[in-house]
């Protein structure tokens, strides 16, 4: 059963309904939600996205709401202030991939300006150097989260079936940077 036909049938008030229906697949132009996602994705590893989505409030709050440049200047003090944290995925090595990965984007931002503006200097990639750019920079990505990420956010196809309405309502909006 696709994410979409398990999603139609749910209560419109369950977590997978809402992600499907309001996010899932849909453009992000925010660098610090951007990065809040695959801060989520990377989480997921080896778990079920519904504890994420139960969960997503609390990274949001652990997490300085996302915010790459406060990510990037966490201490050891921090990192032990996270791994006490029972609202979250308690894994060192994940924190510690999240650390890093916004220091590279810290560096992604010198050189293109916005997080979201090298995703879209890449959009026309495959899956395939998708996967080899973010291990090129990235820690913690491996090809199943490098794919969730990027069909989450919208620049890989797959995040809906061909038939699904918020797929089909996705489908109609076309980024600015596209119409160049």
């Known amino acids: 059963m696709s994410y979409c036909a398990f999603c139609e049938q749910l209560e419109e008030d369950d977590l997978h309904k809402i992600y499907h229906d309001t996010a899932y697949g849909f453009p992000i132009e925010n660098d610090n939600e951007l990065f809040g996602r695959l801060i989520l994705e990377i989480n997921q590893a080896g778990l079920s996205w519904g504890l994420m989505l139960k969960k997503q409030d609390n990274f949001r709050m652990a997490f300085d709401d996302f915010d790459i440049s406060k990510i990037a200047e966490y201490t050891d003090e ?37 997080f979201k503006k090298w995703l879209d200097d890449h959009y026309s990639l495959e899956k395939s150097d998708w996967i080899k750019l973010f291990r090129k920079r990235f820690k913690f990505v491996g090809g199943e989260i490098v794919n969730e990420f990027l069909m989450s956010t919208g620049y890989l196809k797959g995040a809906h079936v061909e038939n699904c309405v918020i797929g089909l309502k996705i489908s109609t909006y076309k980024p600015k940077w596209l119409e160049k």
């Open 78 to 114: 921090k990192i032990e202030e996270l791994l006490m944290n029972a609202g979250i995925i308690r894994n060192k090595l994940k924190i510690n991939a999240v650390i890093h990965n916004a220091k590279e984007i810290i560096e992604i931002k010198k050189e293109f300006g916005t």
